[in-house]
């Protein structure tokens, strides 16, 4: 078995980098730039749709998964999870080429989670309202990755950090599939690193930022269908959604318009404070990995208790919402009196 599981995480990584060097040119070809705005982070154009090949890396080895499932248990789960993937990734695509209409983003979103989650209630023989559950689920933090998708590195680290504690989870619990699944994401992802962290000379696009939120979102499902502690598998993932969630319960209490461009994100709200898009991106993804540990500890008869563990993951939100007004604070205090 851990030969099988250094065989995907190194064919992962060598796929993923590959093909984003042969993308690259095509996308500058093609003139796929993200043209900073008065939401954007960046300030110079850059190429987007980086996702695209890590797409690409992620079919390739689902077919390889699939074709070779006596290596790991429940492999068609995880096939599922990441076809499901995939195909928010085109439909990301499809946005970073053409455009499409937030509808029709929307209800395809919507499309691929009942579709996947139907596939997986039939496989693990759950009530049939997950399906609704699950689809909604999927929409909303295939969203939520991309909304979160705004700054150098971010994205990546996230993908490593949620990769890495479905490794653990799965080892814990002896779910070889959810083991394997966060092999994959941590390694297409930690391919990109180079590409984004140092620099920003590619961007993952709609079609990235898709590929993340959907692939997370679907193995979470799973994992909740098969059984892993609602708490273990929120865990990795609360930071993301409370940003989000926050963000738009904050704008809508403002009179603002929800759904036009903005920056109120909190990681936002960071950067305007003068932190760098590195420094900004690790406080994210240590936070994300500590509420992973904390959630990984919850894990059926683990070290702490499921009241305990949901304490400890409300103050790492709080904490973590609160970070721009504190370091406000902090660099207020830091400034020379003027005479």
């Known amino acids: 078995m851990s030969g099988y599981i250094w065989f995907v995480a190194g064919a992962t990584f060598l796929l993923a980098s590959g093909t984003l060097s042969l993308v690259r040119p095509i996308l500058q070809r093609l003139g796929v730039v993200d043209v900073p705005n008065h939401r ?58 053409w455009g499409l209409r937030a509808t029709l983003r929307f209800l395809s979103q919507l499309g691929i989670g009942i579709t996947s989650s ?62 394997v699944g966060g092999v994959l994401i941590a390694a297409v992802f930690t391919a990109f690193l180079p590409w984004n962290l140092m620099g920003g000379r590619m961007f993952l696009g709609d079609a990235g930022s898709y590929l993340l939120g959907a692939s997370i979102a679907t193995i979470a499902i799973a994992a909740l269908l098969t059984g892993i502690n609602p708490i273990s598998v929120a865990g990795p993932l609360i930071i993301y959604i409370s940003d989000v969630a926050s963000t738009l319960i904050r704008r ?40 992973g540990m904390v959630g990984l500890l919850a894990l059926g008869g683990g070290l702490i208790e499921s009241a305990t563990a949901v304490i400890l993951l409300l103050a790492l939100t709080v904490g973590y919402l609160l970070m721009p007004m504190t370091i406000r604070r902090h660099l207020r205090h830091k400034m020379p009196e003027v005479n």
């Open 40 to 97: 954007s982070s960046h300030t110079v154009p850059v190429l987007r749709g980086a996702g695209m090949a890590l797409a690409s890396a992620v079919l390739v080895m689902t077919i390889y998964i699939s074709l070779n499932g006596q290596h790991i248990d429940a492999s068609w789960l995880l096939t599922i999870c990441l076809l499901a993937a995939v195909f928010a990734s085109v439909v990301g695509a499809v946005e970073d080429l």
């Open 118 to 179: 139907a596939f997986l209630v039939a496989l693990t023989g759950a009530e049939w309202w997950w399906i609704v559950f699950g689809a909604f689920a999927f929409a909303t933090y295939t969203n939520a990755a991309n909304f979160m998708d705004g700054i150098n590195g971010i994205s990546a680290l996230h993908g490593l950090v949620v990769g890495t504690i479905f490794v653990l989870l799965g080892a814990r619990s002896d779910q070889d599939w959810l083991l």
């Open 252 to 291: 809508i209490r403002a009179g603002e318009n929800w759904a036009e461009a903005h920056r109120s994100h909190v990681y936002q709200r960071l950067t305007d404070q003068s932190l760098s898009h590195i420094t900004v991106s690790s406080i994210v993804s240590v936070f994300s990995l500590i509420a």
